[in-house]
């Protein structure tokens, strides 16, 4: 396979998971804005800071606001990090790609685009938000059924997987960051209502609230949920669950091409870190040291990645 | 000439007949119903069929494929035009049917003229015995852009130039085919052919059970083969093949994309390969692996900046040099241009008779030179009957179409024409034949050309049977091409 392929790949899909995520904290601070508009505002400011969008969007509109804040994520021409820009983005590498595809997976991500293309051409109206929001994941969705259910497993596929999952964590991972201070154990002493509500923010931003009370007994813990998103091999979207798929695909590569690359040790560096399984050690650490340096090690695994299997010249 | 304008098509028991032509000018040869007023034989069965059908369901179905077309993304770009980078070539559903009699003599002809189009290639760049024995000027070739002076003594492997080839036919009559253009450089449309077909066979199974058509779908197969034939001696083993397109913005990447996943071979760009080892290599996830066959649908100018244009961002340095050394084969080879140049076209017939002792099959259509006083003096005093086209141009750009123009169009082009005559060359507009397409007032018979696909290796030459059939949408234009408002149609050789 072409370098440039495999860079394709793994691309194609971090923008498909990037727009599904910015769909889900799109979704999460509306649930806010609706349910307790007092707090809206910073809840806006924390969701730009997660997508590394607050200086873009400050520069065109000032202060967060609802409504143009949404707007600044779902589709506007002026920001590069718009879910309309990355499904673009997606599907122009698909078209790169084209060859590594299926009919199916290449005509789910054309769907995709041509459908949000008609759906975001204007500012879309309070009342759509939702179902707007929801054909979002569901197209993103259904790109995914079609790589499960028509891809080959074999290198192609383990390029998307790694990409799928190296945006997944790092989305999880700065929602986290953003979120930190609500999670430390002195805070559970507060119990204030608000609180609560960023809790469920933090669950409904990944979409893990039915699965985090199903696992929990419905027991709204901070330290638990920090453990949850962190640690818990069993949730699809934690760090441990993402880099345990990084380290399995690498691994698949490795055999296919009996070679072991730099980029796998720093793999496994970063899963050794989960593997350790120890909520305490990471708060003794300091969450918020231990999610920098997350951030830190994988964009470094990322780029080792690109040099290793020659994305680029 | 103009088009008869008010032709009524009505269905009957036996099927759709033409009722009359309600104009008293020329009337074209119309493929369905010939001169006449009853379908043509091919067209029997279609006809009965197509007497039974609803129109509004047609229509639908027309939008169906539509719709099937930009979800499989068979779309190809506007040069300049931000608004619609992607665009569909519209589709229209009633089928171009031929009749294996009529298919297998045009076949013949296509053949002996891609041999005579590499034989000449092979002596243009070696003795050039056609110059000596005076069948040709030798200025054609010296003085000609196409010719590229460092093919000269390369002879590529197995002796092909033109690995694939695409020759344009018109039609006027039911025995009348001529050659329109060789295409030997980069034809493209083979991805349309396919699709047409795939997406009538989706749309109308009942039909093909009802007709027997002769099958497209071997083409991307019968492609690999045959550049897989002409893999160089450097070759080990099973022939790596790639296709080198300039890229997703180019206006045809959906068919390079297409080509090279049909036949399982990687599509690169020039920034994918170098030339490592003295061969030519591209950058995979395990490293550089040697190319053997390039299908380039890149041009002659862009395919080396070291040995070409040097600002070229689309081509790999030193692959002319790799080539030379038969590291690698280039499909088609550099240089073919120099066969399907304008001015080259009007000395076909001579060409095709000096290497096959044959007289051609297939007619040219007469072609004056502009270059020679008396044919330039004919041209002239002739403007509104006559098509004139620039040597080297492509796309329909740049041609006068004499019936069709207004006065001012006809004399700013003769200044034009009168400036560098040489430049230039004038044909007789021809009766194109007409085949119908369904409109919202039911068929409606439009102007057609065909471009067959030929492929050339050392042990055979393919030709799949049909090809494109290109239709000016609008009624009464001549011009064919996808950039100027054409649309393509299936088209159907039946079986014997």
Known sequence: ?313 | MKPANCVVFVATLRGICRLKVMSGRPTYFDEMFGHGTAARAPYADYSKWFADEDTARLLSKSEEAEALFRLIGVTFNVYGDPDATERLIPFDLVPRIIAAREWAKVAKGIEQRVRALNAFLHDIYHRQEIVRAGRLPAEMIARNDAFLPEMIGVSPPGDIYTHIVGTDLVRTGDDEFFVLEDNARTPSGVSYMLENRETMLHMFPELFSKIKVQSVGQYPRSLRKSLSACAPDACNGRPTIAVLTPGIHNSAYYEHAFLADQMSAELVEGHDLRVVDGRVAMRTTRGYKPIDVLYRRVDDEYLDPMNFNPDSVLGVPGIMDVYRAGGITIANAPGTGIADDKAIYSYMPDIVEFYTGEKAILQNVPTHRCSEPQALKYVLDNLADLVVKEVHGSGGYGMLVGPAASKKEIEDFRAKLEAAPGNYIAQPTLALSTVPILTDAGLAPRHVDLRPFVLVSPDRIDITPGGLTRVALTEGSLVVNSSQGGGTKDTWVLEE
């Not at chain 1, 078209?95 to 009919?103: E, I, N």
């Not at chain 1, 490795?254 to 870190?273: I, V």
């Open chain 1, 1 to 313: 396979m072409l370098g440039k392929t495999a860079g394709g790949l793994f691309w194609m899909f971090r923008y498909l998971e990037r727009a599904e995520n910015t769909a889900r904290m799109i979704d999460a601070g509306l649930r806010i804005s609706l349910t307790r508009s007092s707090a809206a505002e910073s809840e806006w400011t924390s969701i730009l800071s997660s997508t590394g969008l607050s200086a873009a969007y400050s520069e065109i509109h000032g202060a967060p606001d609802g409504p143009k804040v949404i707007d600044f994520l779902l589709r506007d021409p002026n920001n590069p990090g718009s879910i309309m820009a990355g499904i673009e983005a997606a599907r122009m590498n698909a078209r790169v790609v084209r060859t590594a595809l299926t009919r199916e997976v290449w005509e789910a991500v054309n769907e995709c685009y041509m459908v949000l293309k008609r759906l975001l051409a204007q500012q879309v109206q309070d009342r759509d938000l939702p179902r707007v929001l929801q054909v979002i994941r569901q197209r993103s969705a259904f790109v995914r059924g079609a790589l499960h259910g028509t891809m080959v497993r074999n290198h192609i596929y383990n390029f998307a997987r790694i990409g799928t999952f190296f945006e997944r964590a790092d989305n999880t991972a700065r929602i986290l960051d953003q979120k930190y201070y609500i999670l430390l154990p002195s805070v559970r002493l507060v119990g204030s209502p608000s609180d609560n509500v960023q809790w469920d923010t933090i669950l409904r931003a990944t979409s893990t609230t039915r699965a985090y009370q199903t696992l929990h007994d419905g027991e709204v813990d901070p330290k638990a949920i920090a453990k949850f998103l962190i640690l818990d091999g069993r949730l699809p979207r934690s760090l441990a669950f993402c880099y345990g798929k990084i380290g399995d695909n690498l691994g698949y590569l490795e055999q296919e091409y009996a070679t072991r690359h730099t980029c796998q040790s720093l793999a496994d560096a970063l899963c050794s870190k989960f593997k350790a399984h120890d909520m305490n050690a990471i708060f003794d650490y300091g969450l918020h040291e231990f999610i920098t340096d997350f951030l830190r090690d994988s964009a470094a695994l990322g780029r080792q990645i690109e040099i290793d299997y020659r994305f680029i010249e």
